[in-house]
């Protein structure tokens, strides 16, 4: 399943996708969680019963402002946790 | 007298209030409760409406839909106090209640809580049949478009609950404010000479101030309504295209009783949306009753709650 966390807004689209068929059975023991400097990630069971990795409620309406420092205009050319999740199941839309 | 004269006339007595959406209920008189083996329950307490569904051996026996009262708690119960006063059934009876919505985490008597995305597609394609891909669920406050596999599950979703615009509450402003009942908005949208262009902002506050700008520009309401219908039809449709739209479009939610935001989003996609003799609105707490009944075959009927009506 992919799972798209975020929004659309006048300025642009700001979703980042999970593919939770590739983290389920993560082989770098969730790098994701520690790799993001906001501790944007976090566990959850899913409907499935499966364990995924998801972003907290608390960022999914405030992404575009969240993920600034780790965007170009941060001084990344990489991003942290698409970096850290092995499997490539983290993508950005922006 | 002008469209805008008649907007701003001042009103006598009580306010009318355009927006209240008809609360409906129904029941198989075809069958009996208590013959069922299983009786499952799917309550979906959403921002705006609430509804119950009872599942009879996996097969839909009665349901309750009606707005969201002020609390999360009361509003399951009351939606379930519909279903007890039409077939004398109470949660006692019921092996297992699968709570969804927004408020699944606050419904008293629930066994367990499921994301009202898992239940909208479990829902959408029992009620669509398993050829269902793509769902798009406008919801009272939220939208969101969901892909998913035969069997009902979900492969891919994305939900837009960060503002109003493409939404029923978005809907409901609209039809306040040009006085005309909700259930109309749809027709009257098609009655006009010309289709207008979608209104620029779809942001509900400043889409009701282009709203009057337009009636002050001398557009009749229905040529209003047919601009708002369009911005978001256009709206959803572009949250549509960030999952992919395949055959097989399922709406669920209240908007899919608004034939003016429908057919236009189907006009925009190029796909018929597939219809349904069952209300659009309870397909989130049918897919909940419907998991329910999935897993009492797994794991049995779980502990009697607590009776809530």
Redesign the interface.
Same mark, same amino acid.
């Given at each position: 399943?992919?799972?798209?966390y975020? &929004?659309?807004?006048?300025s642009g689209?700001y &979703?980042i996708s999970i593919d939770t068929d590739k983290c389920i059975e993560c082989p770098v023991g969730r790098a994701c969680l520690a790799a993001c400097p906001k501790a944007m990630f976090e566990t959850l069971v899913d409907?499935?019963d499966d364990e995924v990795v998801c972003i907290k409620a608390q960022f999914r309406?405030s992404l575009a402002y969240d993920c600034v420092q780790c965007k170009p205009a941060g001084g990344h050319t990489r991003l942290p946790c698409t970096d850290a999740c092995a499997p490539g199941a983290i993508r950005h839309?922006w | 007298m002008t469209e805008l004269s008649a907007f701003n006339a001042p009103s006598s007595g009580e306010k009318k209030e355009f927006w209240r959406w008809d609360e409906t209920a129904w029941v198989d008189e075809s069958r009996d409760w208590r013959s069922a083996k299983v009786l499952t329950c799917g309550i979906d307490v959403g921002s705006v409406s609430s509804q119950c569904v009872i599942c009879a051996d996996g097969e839909l026996y009665a349901y309750n839909s009606m707005r969201t009262g002020s609390n999360s708690p009361d509003s399951a119960t009351n939606a379930f106090a519909g279903v007890t006063a039409r077939t004398g059934l109470t949660v006692p009876d019921v092996q297992f209640v699968v709570g969804t919505g927004y408020g699944r985490v606050n419904v008293p008597f629930s066994h367990k809580a499921?994301?009202e995305?898992?239940c909208h597609a479990r829902g959408a394609n029992k009620m669509g049949g398993n050829s269902v891909r793509t769902i798009l669920d406008m919801g009272g406050q939220d939208c969101k478009a969901i892909h998913c596999d035969e069997k009902g599950?979900?492969?891919?979703?994305?939900?837009?609950?960060?503002?109003a615009a493409g939404t029923g509450r978005g809907m409901e402003v609209i039809s306040d404010l040009m006085q005309i009942p909700i259930a109309e908005l749809g027709q009257r949208s098609f009655e006009v000479d010309v289709e207008p262009e979608a209104v620029s902002s779809v942001?509900v506050v400043f889409a009701k101030s282009e709203a009057l700008a337009m009636l002050k520009a001398g557009y009749t309401k229905n040529k209003v309504v047919a601009a708002y219908c369009q911005a978001m039809a256009e709206r959803v449709v572009?949250?549509l295209g960030?999952?992919g739209v395949e055959e097989g479009f399922f709406i669920t939610g209240g908007i899919a009783k608004n034939p003016g935001v429908v057919k236009r989003i189907e006009r925009l996609l190029g796909i018929k949306a597939m219809e349904t003799k069952i209300d659009s609105q309870i397909a989130g707490a049918y897919g909940a009753a419907l998991f329910a009944h999935t897993l009492v075959l797994k794991q049995g009927a779980a502990k009697p709650l607590a009776a809530a009506a």
């Open positions: 399943m992919i799972a798209n975020g &929004y659309k807004d006048g689209e &979703y409907d499935y309406k839309s | 499921i994301t995305i898992a599950k979900v492969t891919n979703f994305l939900m837009n609950d960060k503002c942001c572009s949250l960030r999952i």
